[in-house]
């Protein structure tokens, strides 16, 4: 059974519309992430939670706002589509937000926008 | 914020070659240094990790880490077609945030 669950696995947007993105993980996590994987760019960290709290933002925009309805939740909203947004956004999850705990990673959920 | 680069970009080497991939850091507070591989079209996944200066060894990989000259790597012995992938390093500051370098695309020909 996957202990990370995200959805959609493949979504394509319009420029100037909103999606939400969904991440579930079955763990027993203490702390998500969410990154961003593109042709253009490497793997970049995007915002990590701790038992529900925002603890980092390395998005410079505020068109992404991550959120956390539970403590295993934690979902994506981006708003203003651009085609630059165009990637694979992974979310994961690590035992604590210590530096010793490996991240396990999600499948991914690639976005198009047209 | 970690400024992570490796090299090489890419990689072709025959089976059973040993392969040694390698990868910088800008902090030295750094305390975890990983390696994750990415098979295509398919998430990352943590491969091994170090903490301390020398080396460690799991099965085929062996991790080599100097935190004085901002440097480590991962050595492959005996590689094999399946472990073709795009290869990162990770260098987390003191919390967990993974900054990933740009990768190394692994080819093994059989």
């Known amino acids: 059974d996957p202990k990370i669950i995200q959805k959609p696995k493949y979504l394509v947007a319009v420029t100037g519309s909103e999606k939400i993105l969904i991440c579930e993980q079955y763990?027993?996590?203490?702390?998500m992430y969410w990154y961003r994987q593109s042709a253009k760019k490497p793997l970049e960290f995007m915002f990590s939670y701790s038992y529900q709290k925002l603890m980092d933002n390395q998005t410079a925009s505020s068109r992404f706002q991550p959120q956390s309805s539970k403590k295993n939740h934690l979902d994506l909203q981006i708003t203003a589509l651009k085609p630059d947004d165009s990637a694979t956004y992974f979310c994961?999850?690590?035992?604590?937000?210590?530096?010793?705990?490996?991240?396990?990673f999600g499948p991914g959920t690639r976005l198009t926008v047209l | 914020q970690q400024n992570v680069q490796q090299s090489p970009e890419s990689l072709i080497v025959p089976e059973g070659a040993r392969t040694s991939l390698n990868c910088t850091f800008s902090?030295?507070?750094?305390?975890y240094f990983w390696w994750y591989r990415q098979h295509s079209g398919k998430a990352p996944k943590a491969l091994m990790s170090i903490f301390s200066n020398g080396e460690k060894e799991e099965g085929r990989f062996t991790i080599h880490l100097n935190k004085a000259s901002l440097h480590f790597s991962l050595h492959i012995r005996d590689s094999q077609p399946s472990d073709s992938a795009l290869y990162l390093c990770?260098?987390?500051?003191?919390?967990?945030?993974?900054?990933f370098g740009s990768g190394t695309k692994l080819t093994v020909e059989p």
């Open positions: 990770a260098v987390p500051p003191n919390y967990n945030v993974l900054y």
């Open positions: 763990l027993g996590h203490n702390a």
């Open positions: 994961a999850s690590s035992q604590d937000r210590t530096g010793g705990y490996e991240q396990y």
């Open positions: 902090d030295s507070a750094s305390q």
